[in-house]
């Protein structure tokens, strides 16, 4: 009786200790996806293919997002980027009940009252998008090359601060990755740590 529970209790920790979904990688196809925007529409990932990508996670209610908001940094990167070709797809994860869960109306509403321009404002309530790319913070972003491989992830710039005042003078690592891309050129900082408020999953 005792092999016995040795045995099962051996099993539930292997059970436990198995390995979560594992997060994309820099230089390799990123996750393919399809998801609804705040309008209804469907979307896929590879509908993009052949132009540059950029993947947002926003929750309205977290400082840091508020930051780049009221800073208008974050709107002024989609405007700028987006007028070059490139995709921007903001990304909301939030679960129904938590804080920075948006409908489809008060998302539309949200981006009108910011100004903010992205191609798409997607709405994830299940995080299956979030968790597929490990998105762990809001703002969290990824820069997809032409060809669909990762091409950068993590912190928007090197500023963790929640002070708007700080995005101005902040070096900007979606920007570089994406002036290297259209330079030919590797990404230098393909990777860094995002900061910012966790994001609120089911």
Excluded: R
């Excluded at 436990?16 to 594992?22: G, I, R, T, Y």
């Amino acid at each position: 009786m005792i092999k016995t529970f040795f045995l099962g209790a051996l099993a539930v920790l292997a059970l436990s200790a198995a390995p979560a979904l594992a997060a994309p990688e820099i230089g390799k196809a990123a996750p393919e996806f399809t998801a609804t925007d705040s309008n209804g529409k469907e979307h896929k990932l590879s509908d993009f293919k052949g132009k540059i990508v950029v993947l947002e996670w926003n929750n309205p209610g977290c400082p840091y997002v508020k930051k780049h908001y009221d800073a208008k940094n974050m709107q002024k990167l989609q405007e700028t980027e987006t007028a070059k070709g490139v995709v921007w797809l903001t990304i909301n994860s939030g679960a129904e009940g938590k804080q920075g869960h948006l409908t489809g109306e008060t998302a539309n509403a949200y981006v009108a009252e910011k100004g903010a321009k992205p191609t798409a404002y997607l709405l994830d309530p299940k995080g299956e998008i979030g968790k597929t790319y490990d998105a762990k913070t809001t703002p969290h972003m990824f820069v997809i090359d032409k060809e669909g491989n990762l091409a950068y992830e993590g912190a928007i710039d090197d500023n963790d601060s929640a002070n708007p005042e700080d995005a101005a003078t902040a070096k900007n690592y979606v920007t570089a990755a994406i002036d290297a891309l259209e330079a030919g050129k590797p990404v230098e900082n393909s990777k860094t740590k995002p900061y910012g408020c966790g994001v609120k999953y089911e």
